[in-house]
C-alpha cells in the first residue's frame, strides 16, 4: 500500500509551480508549464494530484473563515478579537488580501485545466483506463473552485483551457465577456460532471499528517454524486427551477442510500438521562460528532499537525475564544428549544426512555401511485401509555458542568484534528430536505428533521396526500427503504423529536409557497443547531435569500447575532444589498 509521509511535499514534481496569475508589470512572454509535457506514466498522475491537493489546501481554511465569520452564529470578542476578522464580521475592508485572494482558486482551476487537457482518460494498460479515476477527481476539483469563487465574488471569470503565459492570463482575467454567474457555472459543471457519478476514487493508501497520525487517501476526495447535488441546488436557488432541486435531491439520497448513510440513533449522542437532568447529567457529543470520519464525515481536505507535515491548519487558533465566542442569537436559539422525552412507563411507574416507532407490517412495497399500500405503526412499548414531557434547550451545543452559564465556544477544530471537512452525513440530510421542500413537498421536507425518511414513516405520517404525488413524480428522492432506524435530525438535540405534537410541528398552511417557506424557517434553524462553524452558514442564508429574493432574510439574522433584541442596524443596511455579499475582486 503506498504510503506517503507528507500530504504536501511530494506535490512539488508536476504542477508545483502554480499559476500566480500576476499582473501585468512581469514578462508576459513566460511559459507557466512546458508546452510539450502530456501525462503517460501513472505516477505523473500521483505527483500532479498531490500538486492540486496542495492548492486546495490554500483556499480550505479560508472558504470556512468566510463562511462563518460573516454570519449570524459567531460573534468576535470585543477588545480581543483580530482587527482583521471584526471587519470581515462586519463586511468592511474586503479588499484585505488576508482573506480575500481570489487568484488562489484560479492557480487550482489552471493546474486542474492544465491536467485534464493533458491526461488521456481513454488510455488503457491491462484493459484499465489508466487516468479515470483522477480524470474525475481533477474534474471534481475544479467544479469545487468555481462554485466557491461563484459563492465568494458572484460573477467571475470562466476559462477550461490550461493558460500557459502570463499574456494568456491578462487577456482572459480582463476580457468581460468571458465571465459567468452562479447558474452559467453550475450549468456548464452539471454536464461536466454527470460521467463520473460512477466512477471510483483514486487510491493512494494512507496519507500521514501527524505523528501516529494517518488518514486514508479515499476521504480527501470529493464525491462527484455530492458535489453536482450542490450544483443543481444552487442552479434552482437562482433560477427557481423545481426539476433543479429535484434532481439535487435525487443526488443527494442515491449517495446516502448507495453508501448507507443514515442518522442512526445511535447517532443521537448528546441526550438527557431524564426528563428532568441537571446540567451536570447532559451527556455532550457534537463535537465528536462534527469532526471524526467515523461519526459523519464523509471527506475532508487533509491538513497537517505540524509543518514537518504539510500545511499546518490554523482554524483552531482563528476561532479561538480571544476570537469568538457563539454568537447571543445562536445562545436565543438553543436555550429556546424544546426537549422532548418521552418515557413509556410500563411497571409501578418505571420509565423507559423508548419511544421510535416500529413497523408491524412488510413495507417492501408501496403499492402503485394509483393505490398507494397504507401500512401501520405501534409503539416500540407496547404495554402502557407514551407520555411526551418537555424541557427547554437543545443539548448538541452545551457545556457542562456549567449550571445556567456558558459560553458555547467555537469548537470542532484542535491540532489533534487539523482537517476541513467538505462533505458530513447529517448536512447532507439537511441539504437532501432544503432540495425536497423546493422541489414542491414540504411535508416530505419535514420528515427528514422529525422523523426521520423511511417508506413506513412516509405513509404513517402522510397527512397531506404528498405520497401519492411523489410515487407520480418520476423521481425517488424520498426512497429510504425499510431502514426506520433513519430517525429526523433535529433528535440528534431534542430529544424523541417524533413525538414532539406541541413545539416542532408543521401547521397546515393557506398555500404550497407558504408551507415551503415555514419548512424553511425550520431548515435555517436546525442548520444553526446541527451544523454550526463548518463554513457554510453565510452561502445558506445567501441560497435562501436569492430563491425568496428577499435580502432582508440574510441581513436580519446577521445583524441580530450580537442582540437578537437589537439589532445592528448598520449592519443590516449594508447587508440589504446583495451587492455587499461578495468579495470585490480587486488586485492583491
Known sequence: ????????????????????????????????????????????????????????????????????????????????????????????????????????????????????????????????????????????????????????????????????????????????????????????????????????????????????????????????????????????????????????????????????????????????????????ELYRGWDGMSNSLGSALISVVPMAETDFYGRVGTLSTVFSSFNFLASESLKDLVENAYYCYAASYIAEGAEEGVSRFRLVEDTRYYGTPEAPVYLSYVAAVEEGTVTPEYATGDLRLYEFPTGNEYDMNVEGYNLGWPHVGTYRTNTVFLRLAEAINRAGYPYTAFGVLKYGLSRGNLVYYDKHGELSRLMQSGYTFYDFGDNTDNVGIHARGCGNAEMDTLHYTLPALASLEDSIREVENFLIDEMALESPYNGSRFFSLMRFALRRGDPSFLADRVARRGNPDMPDETLRNRLSNPDNWYLPMTEN
Open 1 to 280: 500500500m503506498m504510503k506517503f509521509k507528507s500530504i504536501f511535499k511530494p506535490a512539488a514534481a508536476v504542477l508545483a509551480a502554480a499559476i500566480a496569475l500576476a499582473s501585468c508589470e512581469v514578462d508576459t512572454t513566460t511559459v507557466m508549464f512546458e508546452e510539450d509535457h502530456n501525462f503517460s506514466d501513472p505516477t505523473d498522475t500521483v505527483f500532479s494530484m498531490l500538486g492540486i491537493i496542495g492548492l486546495v489546501q490554500e483556499v480550505a481554511e479560508r472558504n470556512v473563515v468566510l463562511g462563518e465569520v460573516r454570519g449570524d452564529l459567531m460573534a468576535p470578542v470585543p477588545l480581543t478579537a483580530d482587527e482583521t476578522l471584526v471587519n470581515l464580521a462586519n463586511s468592511e475592508d474586503l479588499e484585505d488580501e488576508t482573506y480575500n485572494r481570489y487568484r488562489d482558486y484560479y492557480a487550482i482551476i489552471n493546474n486542474c485545466n492544465f491536467y485534464l487537457a493533458r491526461a488521456d482518460s481513454a488510455m488503457e494498460r491491462r484493459g484499465e483506463r489508466v487516468f479515470l479515476k483522477e480524470y474525475a477527481a481533477v474534474s471534481a476539483y475544479r467544479a469545487w473552485a468555481y462554485l466557491w469563487l461563484a459563492q465568494i465574488y458572484g460573477t467571475v471569470p470562466f476559462y477550461t483551457e490550461p493558460l500557459l503565459s502570463y499574456s494568456d492570463v491578462e487577456r482572459v482575467m480582463n476580457d468581460p465577456s468571458n465571465r459567468k454567474g452562479m447558474a452559467d457555472i453550475c450549468a456548464y459543471f452539471i454536464d461536466d460532471l454527470r460521467p463520473y457519478v460512477d466512477t471510483p476514487y483514486p487510491q493512494y493508501g494512507d496519507f500521514t499528517y501527524g505523528e501516529d497520525q494517518t488518514i486514508r487517501s479515499e476521504y480527501i476526495f470529493l464525491p462527484v454524486r455530492l458535489l453536482l447535488g450542490d450544483l443543481y441546488l444552487w442552479r434552482g436557488s437562482v433560477t427557481g427551477n423545481r426539476t433543479d432541486f429535484a434532481e439535487a435531491a435525487q443526488c443527494y439520497r442515491d449517495y446516502l442510500v448507495e453508501n448507507d448513510k443514515f442518522i442512526f440513533p445511535s447517532s443521537v449522542s448528546a441526550y438527557r438521562t431524564s426528563p428532568s437532568a441537571t446540567s451536570v
